[in-house]
């Protein structure tokens, strides 16, 4: 996926730090795995959507190529079938991000097969039968601290993500997008490599953080991972799987530039946001990530959209 040139200035005034320099011209064409060839060349934008779902998103703030929704694990599959259907009619592409931890399943026992396999092998059919293409992201943030009792460390994160892809590659393989997705290092966020499972098995390395700093950019946030996943792969195609910019410092506007501005200068093939109000207690970061919410920042997003040139949409 080719991105096209982005426009210095994109970013309003702001205090805070100032992004590298961005040299002019297009981006060469980054690898395109193979099931999201149905896109169009272009920002790979997604989104997790608020409250006006991904209509809304797609009104207000512009297309979104691909659509997130978090899985529990053992979701009756009729239902996962629906969401991917519905997801594509709407011309985009789900990203479903399977979160086996929190509802009790840990690394380990995934692995092992068994009672998993059942509701793994009922997914992989139900996939097959709606014939669409979708992203599946094992274990997001797997290399998170509070994702530490469920992952149960990387040998066993990394067992279990070969499994769950062998399981689902066999009935759905050609349809899958596999999302390799950690937690950024962010402060104190451990090196994710460890949970590598290996270039074979990943389609697309994604990584997950937020500006929750007064002194977060680009480079802090992200730079230290991009730098490791390119040495260990460096064919990979290389995303970020979920961000976002808030109100918290009152420099939101130039946080997204900087974002923008980063996906550019890294190369990256795209970027997911988390389009929510999250004010929730105890993490005292969270805040209204929603665009709609901040009118400036939602015109400063779609004015880096335009600058950044054609996002990506399904073929027709």
């Known amino acids: 996926m080719a991105g096209a040139i982005l426009a210095a200035g994109c970013a309003a005034p702001a205090p805070g730090p100032s992004p590298a320099p961005r040299s002019p011209g297009p981006l060469p064409a980054a690898p395109v795995p ?3 060839r149905p896109f169009t060349p272009g920002l790979l934008l997604g989104a997790y959507p608020g409250a006006g779902g991904l209509r809304g998103f797609d009104r207000q ?16 599959v009729a239902e996962l079938a629906a ?12 990203v479903l991000e399977l979160e086996p931890g929190a509802y009790g399943h840990d690394a380990s026992q995934i692995a092992a097969g068994g009672s998993s396999d059942a509701w793994l092998g009922q997914l992989g059919l139900v996939l097959a039968s709606v014939g669409r293409p979708v992203a599946i992201s094992f274990f997001p943030e797997m290399n998170g601290p509070w994702h530490a009792r469920w992952s149960e460390g990387p040998a066993s994160y990394v067992l279990a993500y070969r499994h769950v892809h062998r399981v689902l590659s066999r009935l759905a393989g050609t349809l899958i997008t596999w999302f390799w997705q950690c937690a950024a290092i962010h402060r104190d966020t451990p090196d994710p490599l460890p949970w590598w499972p290996g270039r074979r098995w990943v389609d697309v390395a994604a990584m997950d953080s937020y500006y929750y700093y007064q002194d977060d950019d680009f480079t802090r946030v992200f730079g230290a991972t991009i730098r490791l996943i390119r040495e260990r792969a460096p064919t990979v195609p290389v995303m970020i799987g979920e961000t976002a910019a808030g109100p918290l410092f009152r420099r939101q506007a130039w946080e997204i530039g900087d974002i923008f501005a980063g996906v550019r200068r890294y190369r990256l093939i795209g970027l997911i946001w988390f389009d929510q109000d999250q004010h929730k207690p105890p993490y005292q970061f969270h805040q209204d990530w929603r665009l709609q919410d901040h009118p400036a920042a939602l015109a400063e997003f779609r004015r880096c959209l335009a600058r950044y040139g054609p996002l990506a949409r399904l073929r027709s």
């Open 61 to 76: 703030v512009g297309h979104a190529a691909l659509a997130v929704s978090y899985v529990r694990w053992g979701t009756p």
């Open 34 to 36: 193979r099931a999201l």
């Open 83 to 94: 969401l991917v259907a519905a997801t594509a009619r709407q011309s985009a592409e789900a």
